[in-house]
């Protein structure tokens, strides 16, 4: 948990606990006087001396509720730390955040605490829908995957579809297996694309290789306890929901190609227009 938090959120700032203290006596002095007044009558305009009392009070109790503030910032600090230390994961889907944490609107609050200096070591992506964790996000120069490292995903994907005896998931796995090869192949053709692969190689391809071995060890269970079928049943489903995913992927690997035809469509009408080769 600590690794996330910074001073800021362990332990006090050296002017709260006196700011605190003399914020309230001067209040409660205040606040005596004013009794004393009211109860001696001598207000000479109820109005415009309630309102200077009430401005008074007003900027005593600034540092106190300076020091609220911090104190929540440091609980809330804390609070997320702990959820996000129980992650293994390098990036954290920011649409999962608020159940993770258990805080409504935990994306804004953590950007928040990151400026005020209360956490550190995490690094929200909106435009890949993730919160890196330990600053783990990749450069964008290099390419994700070299080619050979390619192959190696590839042959693994194949080698667990080999092991695998269900149809249905069988199925899906080829699906991936074309996919993946299909981006590898755009990267490789395309190296300036590498960026848009990112989120990719490394979120999608990892997880999904994870749940593969886990659905093949719990296949080759001789006794399929309710346990082993209904958690084999969530990873059925979360294929479903990759593929959908890596074919989003996919697409978007070649929006920028659509745009440049696009705009070299656009460019050519207008030369057959003015040539008056079309209308």
Request: glycine share 4%; net charge negative.
């Amino acid at each position: 948990m600590e690794r996330y938090l910074t001073k800021n959120s362990t332990r006090m700032a050296w002017w709260e606990i006196p700011n605190t203290l003399l914020s309230a006596l001067l209040i409660s002095v205040c606040m005596q006087v004013l009794s004393e007044d009211i109860a001696a009558k001598s207000l000479n305009d109820p109005f415009v001396d309630g309102a200077a009392y009430a401005t008074v009070f007003f900027m005593l109790l600034l540092p106190l509720l300076f020091a609220v503030r911090r104190m929540l910032r440091r609980r809330m600090a804390r609070r997320i730390a702990r959820a996000l230390s129980r992650c293994d994961e390098p990036a954290l889907p920011i649409a999962r955040l608020d159940a993770v944490t258990g805080v409504r609107g935990a994306l804004k609050k953590i950007e928040r605490l990151l400026d005020k200096g209360f956490l550190r070591r995490l690094e929200p992506d909106a435009h890949d829908g993730v919160l890196w964790l330990d600053n783990p996000r990749p450069t964008p120069e290099p390419a994700p995957e070299q080619p050979d490292a390619h192959a190696a995903v590839l042959e693994k994907i194949r080698a667990l579809n080999d092991a695998i005896d269900d149809a249905d998931v069988s199925e899906r796995i080829e699906r991936i297996e074309a996919l993946t090869a299909g981006i590898f192949d755009t990267v490789r053709q395309r190296p300036e694309r590498a960026d848009d692969a990112r989120r990719f190689v490394n979120y999608y391809l990892p997880t999904t290789l994870r749940l593969l071995e886990a659905y093949r060890l719990m296949e080759g269970q001789s006794y399929q306890g309710q346990t082993i079928r209904e958690s084999r049943g969530k990873i059925e489903d979360a294929l479903d929901q990759l593929v959908s995913a890596i074919e989003q992927q996919q697409d978007r690997l070649f929006r920028s190609e659509a745009l440049d035809v696009e705009a070299e469509i656009q460019v050519l009408e207008t030369m057959m227009r003015s040539d008056g080769s079309i209308k």
